[in-house]
């Protein structure tokens, strides 16, 4: 029964002793938390609307974020009584161990970092990459996120963009369409080229009118193809491609010129049914 009271009381003493620590280190924990993200906040709104390129906001603010966490770790072990030499010794043996088994996560910080420095993409840029094309939202430690025209949201590593081709489509100010018309053999060339003309070149979205390009460039087993290409500026492309793919079909249903469909001619010979 002594030795029962004994340990209680040990074990009280120890509570009692223990117990400031374990409050100082949850009001730190609380506190620290608070401060960490009002830090984040500010700092993100300082970025954002400052003169540094927004693209390296999100990047800054979550290796600002995790930086302040290890701290805030590290004060709490020292508060409670661990010393944080060993602490940060254990630390950084679990570091090496994770970083070996997160090789590719690292190669996708790596890929981050090489992004913002040389700047292949930035936010609000369209671009395709990976076979994915849409528009770059955010550019974060690991991933750069993209907007799909469907507001699809892709997620992508970075690694995986800095290491593969990346079609920039905003870095122009223009961008050429093209489209491939399909006349019959029995069809006027010339009055095609011109009913083209006359609908999509006396348009005011398209720039560089001088040259405009109108050729014959396939002459298939049913079909004339003609090839447009035709420059607007980078806002008007999506309007302008679907526009006159109606327009020019329509136009050429009321100037009797049709779009072939795919035919054979079949020769009788006799009895004898030849297919050519």
């Known amino acids: 029964m002594e030795e029962f009271k004994s340990s209680v009381a040990q074990l009280i003493s120890v ?6 620590k374990v409050i100082s280190a949850i ?9 960490i993200q009002l830090t984040v906040r500010r700092l993100r709104s300082y970025l954002v609307k400052g003169r540094l390129d927004n693209s390296w906001a999100p990047f800054f603010t979550s290796a ?3 930086t302040m966490y290890i701290l805030l770790i590290l004060t709490m072990a020292s508060i409670i009584g661990i010393e944080t030499s060993s602490y940060v010794a254990v630390l950084g043996t679990i570091g ?8 590719g996560s690292f190669s996708n910080f790596a890929g981050g970092v090489m992004i913002l420095l040389f700047k292949p993409l930035k936010i609000g840029e369209f671009i395709q990459a990976n076979g994915i094309i849409g528009c770059v939202t955010e550019i974060q430690l690991f991933q750069t996120t993209l907007k799909t025209y469907d507001h699809k949201i892709i997620i992508l ?3 995986l963009l800095s290491n593969n081709m990346i079609v920039n489509f905003s870095r122009s100010k223009t961008r050429i369409i093209e489209w491939v018309f399909c006349i019959g053999y029995e069809d006027d060339i010339e009055k095609a080229r011109t009913l083209i003309l006359d609908e999509i070149f006396t348009d005011s979205r398209v720039v560089n009118k001088a040259n405009p390009f109108v050729s014959v460039t396939a002459l298939t087993e049913s079909t004339v193809n003609i090839t447009v290409r035709a420059e607007v500026l980078q806002n008007d492309y ?7 793919l109606e327009k020019v079909k329509v136009r050429f249903d009321r100037e009797g010129i049709h779009f072939p469909f795919p035919q054979q001619d079949i020769h009788l010979v006799g009895n004898s049914m030849e297919q050519i």
Do not use: E, K, R
């Open 96 to 103: 090496l161990a994770i970083g070996l088994a997160l090789q």
């Open 27 to 35: 009001v730190v924990l609380l506190f620290g938390i608070w401060v």
């Open 157 to 159: 590593p970075n690694g």
């Open 238 to 244: 999506w309007d302008v491609l679907y526009h006159y």
């Open 15 to 20: 509570l009692v002793n223990f117990a400031p």
């Open 64 to 66: 600002t974020s995790a």
